[in-house]
């Protein structure tokens, strides 16, 4: 599929993705919705091809949300969209959210300028960020008459700060600048201008060293042990992995000394 919002370019075995609308910030339109979802469902079992997927935004922010001039514009068919479509729609741009869960894949959000609303969604569901100070946080829902959450941030958000900071800011709307981001532990790694895709990619080429099977079988406990039951559940999944890892390979040493040479 050729994609007119997002551009994928694979090198070696990592990926990047980029939101390609930079006239519009990377606004999410249908069109991207779209594209989106047929991205992340193609990536769901060729993890030996691409192993790791850096998400990044062209131009000057990752992505400014919803696109409000498609939403407010009497003429676009998302305007004159009942209730039923309007959750139908709901529910695909949604499905991204749980599709980059299940994805093998580590996904690295490197962030710069906007992230509003689904664009903040999209950030918080990588499963790391790197961010430079130009990057804004804003779960800009409520500042628009909707809920303040929305595509899987009332879940992944209070996961990644405590909760009364997540409490603040989708409750009020305001803008978490990237050192504010960063001292909460929202963002892994805050560089300067200009080495936000070389500090995505080092931590990329650190991924990529690991095991096929042991870097999926990683994402995947993370994910689910998130919100594990019991510490016995967290455990039970941990176990059954590590054999599956055990018997898929020869196990190095790390601390094998290195011959001569």
């Known amino acids: 599929m050729m994609y007119e919002t997002l551009h994928f370019d694979l090198d070696g075995q990592i990926g990047t993705l980029t939101l390609d609308v930079p006239g519009k910030l990377n606004a999410h339109t249908i069109q991207m919705r779209a594209e989106l979802l047929h991205f992340w469902r193609e990536r769901q079992n060729n993890e030996e091809e691409c192993r790791v997927i850096i998400m ?67 950030a918080l569901a990588c499963d790391l960020r790197v961010a430079d100070p130009t990057t804004k946080f804003i779960a800009s829902y409520i500042n628009i008459g909707l809920t303040g959450t929305d595509m899987g941030g009332s879940f992944h958000f209070p996961r990644q700060v405590p909760l009364a900071i997540a409490n603040e800011y989708l409750l009020t709307g305001e803008t978490m600048d990237a050192e504010t981001a960063y001292r909460w532990g929202l963002v892994n790694y805050l560089v300067p201008e200009g080495e936000l895709m070389a500090k995505a990619r080092e931590l990329a080429e650190k991924m990529v060293q690991k095991s096929v099977l042991g870097l999926r079988m990683t994402k995947e406990v993370i994910g689910q042990n998130i919100g ?14 590590q054999v599956l890892c055990l018997g898929s390979r020869p196990i190095a040493n790390p601390f094998k000394k290195k011959g001569k040479g």
Not at 85 to 98: F, T, W
Not at 228 to 241: D, F, Q
């Open 228 to 241: 594990a039951a019991s510490l016995e559940t967290a455990i039970y999944l941990e176990n059954r992995n």
């Open 56 to 122: 990044t935004g062209k131009g000057k922010a990752f992505c400014a949300g919803g696109d409000i001039e498609e939403i407010d514009d009497p003429n676009t068919p998302v305007y004159k969209q009942t209730p039923e479509q309007r959750y139908i729609d709901q529910d695909k741009i949604s499905e991204v959210i749980l599709l980059m869960r299940r994805a093998p894949q580590p996904i690295i959000g490197a962030v710069h300028g906007w992230a509003v609303g689904g664009g903040f969604s999209l």
